[in-house]
């Protein structure tokens, strides 16, 4: 008889490898992919009679999403999204895609007609505006060019009517001496980049634009511009790729700054507590329900991805080392000591 240090395995030992060779078998040996649907509906009869209310504190979720959103849009694998996404925008469809292929006509239409509807709003956003001296200038800059620029067409017309253009023009030189005071004027009138003058037309061009805005006439032109180019191709950018990636990498440096500021988290909270709110006394299935996602959709990803990763965890062991691991003490224990003798 040939001596041996190895002890014969424990009668918990050998319950272990059977329990554990049972659930591998259960979750990748043959037949696995007809009874993971049973795991899915375990889960959604748990789900049906559970409230959210029970589970959830509004507090804890708004937390946990604002950490998610202030360290996710900075995180290598948000900023591999990103290059990928400016990449294949750079790179463009395979065909030409029109404005119609992409969006509803009648909900950018809707858009239209809602913001056409704020106007109120628009108006005090321009009157604050005002208070800065650089958007008042640059109001005035426009302004006088624009004023400028018909003064000359005006001038222009009518030098071209017989007997009007020698009343206009005493010869190129004085009609230009005339013209440069003119002009002198308005820039002086309207053209100031500093005190009133700049306020005085920064006020008038807002008041253009509003006046604009709020004639009838205004939404059935832009509704005929959206219907003239909603079935041309829309232009591929320009540039090479890398500044296009430039342009996305600082989209999201914009984000990343917003999303982790303190009004963010603010404005999380406020959107966590309102759905707690709303959905606290209904159960997880119906949330579920609401979002659009059913047990047939729920059973097809656990049915598509889950044999495959199950598959290849057993493979390189993984999958047993887990399974061994969350089994081992309870075989070990004292009762199941006590129990197996």
């Known amino acids: 008889m040939v001596a041996t240090d190895k002890q014969a395995p424990t009668t918990a030992e050998r319950l ?14 043959p037949g696995a992919a007809e009874r993971l649907p ?10 049906a009679v559970v409230r959210v209310e029970e589970v959830v504190e509004a507090d804890e979720v708004a937390t946990a999403v604002h950490a998610l959103t202030a360290t996710a849009p ?6 591999t999204v990103v290059e990928a996404i400016a990449d294949a925008v750079h790179a463009g469809p395979s065909g030409p895609v029109t404005l119609d292929d992409l969006v509803d006509r009648e909900q950018l239409v809707a858009l239209l007609d809602a913001f056409l509807a704020r106007t109120d709003e628009l108006e005090a956003l ?28 005006n001038r222009a017309v009518a030098e071209k009517i017989p007997g009007v253009g020698s009343l206009v023009s ?10 440069g005071a003119a002009d002198r004027q308005v820039e002086q009138l309207v053209g100031g980049t500093a005190g009133k003058g700049a306020v005085i037309a920064m006020r008038r061009l ?24 909603a079935d041309r191709p829309l232009p591929r950018p320009t540039g090479d790729a890398e500044e296009v990636r430039r342009v996305a990498g600082t989209v999201q440096d914009l984000v990343i700054g917003v999303l982790a500021s303190e009004a963010a988290r603010e404005l999380t909270a406020g959107v966590v507590r309102s759905l707690v709110a709303t959905y606290g006394p209904h159960t997880l299935a119906e949330v579920l329900d609401d ?14 991805a889950g ?6 965890a057993r493979e390189n062991g993984e999958l047993e080392r887990i399974v061994r691991e969350r089994l081992a003490p309870f075989f070990a224990s004292d009762d199941a000591v006590a129990i197996l003798g």
């Open 307 to 312: 044999p495959r990763l199950l598959a290849v």
């Open 16 to 29: 272990l490898d059977a329990q554990v060779a049972w659930v591998l078998d259960e979750l990748t040996g």
């Open 74 to 79: 900075g995180s290598a694998f948000v900023s």
């Open 126 to 153: 321009l009157d604050d505006l005002t208070r800065s001296p650089e958007a008042a200038g640059l109001a005035a800059t426009f302004l006088t060019r624009v004023v400028a620029e018909v003064v000359q067409a």
């Open 38 to 47: 049973r795991y899915v509906d375990d889960v959604l009869a748990v789900a």
């Open 206 to 229: 807002n008041a253009v634009l509003l006046a604009t805005l709020r004639d009838p006439g205004t939404r059935d032109a832009l509704v005929g511009v959206l219907e003239t180019y």
């Open 291 to 304: 979002l659009g996602v059913g047990r047939d959709e729920i059973a097809a990803v656990v049915t598509t």
């Open 170 to 179: 005493f010869g190129a030189s004085a009609a230009g001496k005339v013209m």
